[in-house]
């Protein structure tokens, strides 16, 4: 809290002051440690709601946390500065844009444990901004519906990959099935279909 009302003073004292500053803490090379990472990313992420930056500065910090979301170990947590990103009405457009990018690049050239990765988030690309302690504020629905529908295009632009990832995955089967890609879905584990459940209460109605 201290640190984020500094940010908004710096901001209002010093020309481009907010912007240096996010780019000197991106540049770094003290934060290494896949929690030092994933804490300064959350807090540069989280104090996008109260501060405008430039477009440039969003797409640097959409790629830092598609890369701690790619290689870090905690499954939940690895999410969370992404989650504070979509969270921002604001950032939308370039945000989608840039991730739209890096999820077609992951899939072209990544690892395949990077392109499974990569086929979960386009699977539920709304839910990452509900992971996030932020109160559901004016406007969340209509945010959540724009990542819903971001969610939707891309599903359709790699359906063959997900129809193929559903041979060996229940989870993938079952995303198949609720966008109507097979018309039957075999057993599941509690696991699988319950988030599933939980995107499909996080989508639109």
């Known amino acids: 809290m201290v640190a984020q ?3 908004q003073i710096k901001n209002r004292s010093t020309q481009d002051g907010v912007s240096r500053f ?17 804490n300064l ?10 501060i405008d930056l430039p477009p440039r500065i969003i797409r ?12 870090a170990s ?3 947590r690895r999410v969370l500065p992404l989650g ?4 921002v009405p604001r950032n939308q457009q370039i945000l989608s844009d840039c991730l739209k990018d890096r999820l077609a690049a992951t899939i072209e050239r990544g690892t395949s444990d990077e392109k499974m990765l990569a086929l979960h988030l386009i699977s539920a690309l709304n839910i990452p901004m509900h992971l996030v302690e932020r109160p559901f504020s004016t406007g969340w629905q209509e945010l959540n519906s724009y990542w819903y529908q971001v969610s939707l295009d891309l599903g359709e632009r790699y359906r063959g990959l997900f129809l193929e990832a559903a ?8 995303v198949c099935y609720y966008r109507k890609w097979v018309t039957f879905l075999r057993s599941l584990s509690n696991q699988d279909h319950s988030i ?10």
Do not use: H
């Open 5 to 7: 009302l500094a940010m």
């Open 22 to 38: 996010y780019v000197s803490l991106l540049e770094s090379r003290r934060y290494s440690a896949a929690a030092s990472v994933g």
């Open 41 to 50: 990313l959350s807090f540069l992420s989280r104090c996008t709601v109260f």
């Open 60 to 71: 640097e910090l959409t790629d830092r946390c598609y890369d701690y979301m790619l290689g």
């Open 74 to 76: 905690e499954e939940e």
């Open 84 to 87: 504070w990103l979509m969270s």
């Open 167 to 174: 041979r060996e995955s229940d989870l993938f089967m079952t």
């Open 196 to 205: 599933l459940c939980f995107g499909r209460i996080c989508g639109p109605e």
